[in-house]
């Protein structure tokens, strides 16, 4: 019985080990590779335009760059288009795709945006002055040291106006560093070498406490509250910034609109206005190198402050 019970055994191990081996299904993840045309549509199609003429389906607060026209906001190289896409425009719609996007995916969308104007040619390092003509305009970037000994702003913004005035701003909080008077900027950063600063031409005739500010905002306690680039607007006489106050904890104090121009006299001062729209009381620290028209305290409501600049003659 024993022996039995053990030949039985053996012949249903060699009955299992007769089975032909079952075939193993394996699963090839297949990789897709996107082409630059794929990304810009997913991605971009939707404020820039199918066809990057800047006619997109989402409503901006102003029209996308149009790519059709060459419109480029640091540069039309595949270097100055990559970094602009990678790290986006503060201030505006542009968000950066750093995240979202790898450097190999960044390139072929800015190859594709590239063919939108096929005579596009790149600028040259003797053709990089911009001019302003009978609108405003805005460039944003690395801003040189206003003088020597002063630091280098990684974020700066310019805003040039058609009289031949133009502001310099750093724009992390939004502050008036500088004003000029003459040529508006050289476009340094359009060239193929990247990570050049925009040198500003026109004669420094203000410079803000040294040309590095303390912030001029606080709450009713004291307490900084920081300025926050909400946008620019170009569509008016004068450059326009628009930019949110608020606390550490993110609490919306105020909207501010800010234009800056000359007035006409003796001697030529610049009004810096404010045109505020207050949820929360806070105070105007005025600039120890300006004064204003009205009380540090502004109250909960709609009102405007205009920070006064006396200007040296330039030479």
Same mark, same amino acid.
């Not at 012949?11 to 897709?32: H, N, R």
């Not at 053709?127 to 630091?151: C, F, K, N, Y």
């Not at 040309?211 to 004291?222: H, I, K």
């Given at each position: ?17 007769? &089975? ?15 082409? !630059? ?37 640091? #540069? $039309? ?6 970094? %602009?896409?990678?790290? !986006?425009? +503060? ?21 594709? =945006? ?7 040619? &790149?600028?040259?390092? $003797?053709?990089? &002055?911009?001019?302003?003509? &009978?609108?405003?305009? =805005? ?5 040189? +040291? ?9 974020? #700066? ?5 058609? /009289?031949? *005035?133009?502001?310099?701003?750093? =724009? ?5 560093? @500088? ?24 004669? =420094? ?6 040309? $590095?500010? $303390? ?35 993110? %609490? ?9 121009? +000359? ?14 729209? @207050?949820?929360?009381? *806070? ?6 190198? @300006?004064?204003?028209? /009205? @009380? ?20």
């Amino acid at each position: 019985m024993k022996h039995h019970a053990i030949l039985l055994v053996c012949i249903a191990f060699l009955y299992g080990c007769s &089975e032909p081996p079952q075939e193993q299904t394996v699963v090839q993840k297949e990789i897709t590779i996107q082409s !630059g045309e794929h990304l810009y549509m997913m991605y971009c199609a939707s404020c820039h335009g199918t066809t990057g003429d800047g006619k997109g389906l989402i409503a901006l607060d102003r029209p996308a760059r149009s790519f059709i026209e060459g419109g480029f906001s640091f #540069g $039309n190289t595949v270097k100055a288009i990559a970094k %602009t896409t990678r790290s !986006g425009i +503060p201030g505006t719609p542009m968000p950066p795709f750093a995240e979202l996007l790898t450097d190999e995916e960044i390139f072929r969308v800015v190859q594709h =945006v590239r063919q939108f104007a096929p005579m596009l040619k &790149e600028v040259l390092p $003797n053709e990089t &002055e911009m001019v302003v003509h &009978e609108r405003p305009a =805005v460039v944003r970037g690395m801003i040189s +040291p206003i003088q020597d000994g002063l630091q280098l702003h990684p974020r #700066g913004l310019l805003v040039g106006n058609p /009289d031949g *005035f133009s502001y310099e701003y750093r =724009v992390d909080d939004v502050r008036l560093l @500088a004003i000029r008077q003459g040529k508006f900027v050289e476009r340094s950063d359009w060239t193929d070498r990247g990570g050049s600063p925009l040198t500003p031409l026109g004669i =420094v005739v203000v410079l803000v406490e040294g040309g $590095n500010p $303390n912030g001029m905002f606080q709450s009713a306690d004291g307490k900084l509250l920081r300025a926050k680039l909400k946008s620019t607007n170009v569509l008016t006489a004068f450059g326009t910034l628009q930019y949110e106050l608020l606390d550490k904890e993110g %609490t919306l104090y105020a909207i501010v609109l800010e234009t800056c121009e +000359p007035t006409t006299g003796v001697r030529t001062l610049v009004e810096q206005r404010l045109s505020i729209h @207050a949820l929360i009381p *806070f105070l105007i620290t005025t600039p120890s190198t @300006a004064t204003m028209d /009205d @009380a540090s305290s502004v109250p909960a409501g709609k009102h405007s402050r205009t920070i006064i600049h006396a200007a040296r003659e330039s030479k």
